[in-house]
């Protein structure tokens, strides 16, 4: 027995060494890029589907014969939502692993927890997850949407289409519902409607009994006004909240409902027939018609082996961030993080619904907006978009401490919050 | 040729003129249906309209397949078809006749956009359409739907349907969409008065909002009447929502004691810290879908019954795991509790890692029978068959539990080893297998309460996970290794958090009940109902 065991620690050791090894001698030829998604804990839900993708990217990049004509490489780690944890593998990711650049991160707070460590070590992150704004660093790239290119769009659609008069703002209790609510509560004031008609309504994260929450709404819409609820809840919490809206009998001919958190990976875990007719807005859905989608969906079905995948608005970001990236590094000539920062400005790729993404000065992308309805397939059917592209705005000109800034990482400015009324860049980066 | 081509253009001239001047009415279903894919919502809300006005027919089946999204353009030639799914094969029939066109490719055809707003014209079409069904259940319906427009046109169209309506039920819901409309309508203010009072009958938030509607009216004497109802109508509600509350904590509470109790048990018994607890009660989530999953495939037909078929399934999958984690690793760490704590914990991180390899991180769909979907209302009360059927399930399980500690042999000797061990032990008991029994039970309770919480909360790896702390909450609450504790205790938090939810809110009522059980504790630091004997004692 001992004899195995000395064996198998043997072997263990060798693998190890040579793997290490390995890596070592590989490094001159690859380019290395780091994957920073939570594979494990309550995030998983969401963020595995998104390492997934970038390793389908990735393996196509390759297949195209790489880039700088060397081969790419995912580093793979796993922060297991854990938010601090994500500082330290963002740290290992490019010290040890040596990265060029990191496709990661779900959550505000997970940004917020690496955001010190690309920045010290001067590397660069996309990050594919709409947000909150009020945010603009100098390493890091929002290619998910900014509030002015989800909720505005979305509240604009049901305030001229539907007539909707009084407003629902529900949410999970954190930062992404806490500022876009209070960005659309100035936004709904500044277009007329009254205090009493807004109702604000937070919840903990993974909330599952909605009973009361869901009988407030109902009373709250019974006032003679078209009502509507605009959902900032997060993940989990938003099967039970549909599942109670569906039981109370709550139809989104009366009362609908607009979510900026839920796509087609999220209604994959329901009966979505009770549901047809309530709204989400994205910039992407994988109903969207257009040749580049469709090839999209079939590369992503032919790579993950099961063809009842569905895709969804942070694989598209993902997608966009990954084609800029490689048209900036081609550019550049180099993956030098600030040869790419400079090189990546004005890079435009195109996106999957059809039209063309640009990386804007402040680090934001351009994406067109859709408001879309689910149907009883689980998928979402595109009621209305914007005639054109939305710039990113970084800070909204809706909050009163935010109005005056500005963000511009071209030369000479460099300034992620730039002051126009007192024409100083705050020191403070982000 | 010159005249030819002049003629040519005169006539598309006037077809021109005549689809833009005449009202579309006049136009046959045909030329409408042409029109329906084009133009904004608002112009095609109008189409809609016209359909229902030709009076034809063949108008009811067309706008039912236009609401149900099965309409569709082919992209080539333009051609509306309906199309009926089925898996993956497509098949079109024309909308007007029924006659089937054959199977075509799901890109072929480009589907004909409904949002809300056009949903609305449609319902509002049919329910004008549908007023003299023959179908009880459409006139309701219909009733209902002109309920919602108000739409003082129909005034006549329901006057007639109510003069041949025999149906009490029928003629009451026919009778509240007149005054609906009345209110809508220039009607003399007397009529409008007594619209009013047959409206506040009734206490649906539909009706709330159209009374509220009415306060703001023109008339003093419609306004005054309005104001007066909504105001009865408030205080009928106002003295419902304290019987609200408490049906919702009970539901609330029958949802804890399900996940609570087992660990009650196990808890209880062998004084085991089962931090797996919550994962066991996700295996019982995802059996059920894994039977759904296969009844979905092989037995369609029994899908109403899944549930009960994954009940006893669940209660032996997640028992056997649990029986395997006694023998596996706690058995081994006999009264070294922090031991357990940190081995059940890695278990369940084992656990869910597993889960998630085999199922994938994403949500599993589980279906919800029909007997458990929908709501039914008793006064201002609207009770959901989910919630009901699960209270009912607690106290079944409650009631199952409780007969099988005091009235079966082996219940008996759980009693005895949770008093005393060691005198268990000096009366011949094998205490080992008694641990073995416990564990599996209350893990298999565990695995019921996750057919249970399948159906309304999400089935994904991490189901547990939210239910572990509410779990030990109630039962450390409630009175360790007390079944009684565990049942008083979770209700008592249930209620107790959904009093506090619609005044402070569902973050800081969650946070107050925390604090309300820390306070508590340092008073009774053995709960509500302490046990009593030699081995808690020492």
Known sequence: MKSVNTTIRGLALAATLAAGLGAGAKAEETIKVGILHSLSGTMAISETTLKDVMLMLIEQQNAKGGLLGKKLEAVVVDPASDWPLFAEKARELIEVNGVSAVFGCWTSVSRKSVLPVFEELNSLLFYPVQYEGEESQRNVFYTGAAPNQQAIPAVDYLMQEEGVERWVLAGTDYVYPRTTNKILEAYLKSHGVAAEDIMVNYTPFGHSDWQTIVADIKAFGSAGKKTAVVSTINGDANVPFYKELGNQGIEAQDIPVVAFSVGEEELAGLDTAPLVGHLAAWNYFMSAEAEANDAFIEAWHAYIGDETRVTNDPMEAHYIGFQMWVEAVEKAGTTDPDAVIDAIVGVTVPNLTGGYSAMMPNHHITKPVLVGEIQDDGQFETVWETSGLVVGDAWSDYLPDSKDLISDWRAPMSCGNFNTATGTCSSAAN | ?538
């Not at chain 2, 009926?84 to 480009?110: K, M, Q, W």
């Open chain 2, 1 to 538: 040729m010159l005249l030819r081509f002049l003629l040519a253009a005169a006539t598309i001239a006037v077809f021109i003129a005549a689809g833009s001047l005449l009202p579309a009415r006049a136009a046959s279903l045909e030329t409408l249906l042409a029109e329906l894919p084009e133009g904004g919502y608002d112009e095609r809300a109008a189409v809609v309209t016209a359909i229902a006005g030709t009076g034809d027919d063949r108008a009811v089946a067309l706008l039912e397949a236009l609401a149900e999204g099965d309409l569709r353009q082919m992209k080539d030639g333009g051609q509306i078809v309906r199309v009926v799914r089925e898996g993956r094969t497509h098949t079109a029939f024309d909308p007007l006749t029924g006659a089937e066109i054959g199977e075509i490719s799901s890109r072929a055809a480009s589907k004909i956009r409904v949002n809300n707003k056009l949903r609305r014209a449609i319902a509002a079409a049919l329910g004008q359409l549908t007023l003299a069904s023959p179908d009880r259940a459409r006139r309701l319906a219909a009733a209902a739907s002109v309920l919602k427009t108000g739409d003082p046109e129909q005034i006549e169209a329901l006057d007639a349907a109510l003069e041949t309506e025999t149906d009490p039920e029928v003629r009451t819901a026919f009778m509240d969409a007149r005054a609906a409309a009345v209110l809508n309508a220039a009607r003399p203010t007397a009529e409008k008065v007594a619209a009013i009072a047959q409206l506040a009958g009734r206490n649906d938030p539909q009706v709330l909002s159209i009374i509220t509607a009415a306060t703001t009216s023109d008339e003093p004497a419609v306004a005054a009447a309005a104001a007066d109802a909504l105001d009865r109508i408030e205080q009928a509600r106002a003295a419902w929502g304290a019987v609200q509350n408490v049906w919702y904590g009970l539901s609330l509470g029958s949802v804890l004691m399900l996940a609570a109790i087992g660990l009650a048990i196990s808890f209880g018994v062998m004084g085991v810290i089962n931090m797996a607890h919550g994962e066991l009660v996700m295996l019982g989530a995802y059996t059920t879908f894994a039977v759904q999953e296969l009844i979905r495939s092989f037995a369609p037909g029994l899908f109403e019954v899944s549930l009960l078929i994954a009940a006893p399934l669940a209660f032996l999958v997640a028992g056997a795991v649990g029986v395997g984690i006694e023998r596996g690793v706690c058995r081994y760490l006999h009264g070294r509790p922090l031991e357990t704590l940190l081995a059940t914990w890695g278990i369940s991180l084992i656990l869910q890692q597993t889960v998630r390899s085999i199922f994938g991180p994403t949500n599993q769909q589980v279906g919800n029978p029909d007997w458990m979907s929908g709501a039914f209302e008793i006064g201002q009360l609207t009770i959901t068959w989910n919630r009901l059927w699960i209270l009912l399930f607690a106290l079944a399980v409650f009631a199952l539990l409780l007969l099988i500690l005091k009235r079966t042999p082996a219940g008996l000797q759980m009693r005895a080893v949770t008093q005393n061990r060691r005198m268990a032990e000096a009366m011949g008991i094998r205490s080992g297998w008694v641990d073995a029994l416990t564990f599996g039970l209350g893990a298999g309770i565990a695995g019921l309460a996750g057919v249970a919480l399948s159906q309304i909360d999400n089935v994904s790896p991490n189901l547990g996970q939210s239910y572990i702390v509410d779990s030990f909450m109630v039962v450390v609450f409630g009175g360790v290794g007390n079944l009684w504790g565990a049942f008083a205790g979770a209700f008592t938090l249930g209620i107790v958090n959904k009093f506090l939810e619609p005044y402070a809110g569902a973050v800081l009522a969650k946070v107050l009940v925390l604090v309300f059980i820390i306070l508590f504790i340092q008073r009774r630091p053995r709960g509500l109902f302490a046990l009593k004997g030699r081995a808690v004692e020492s």
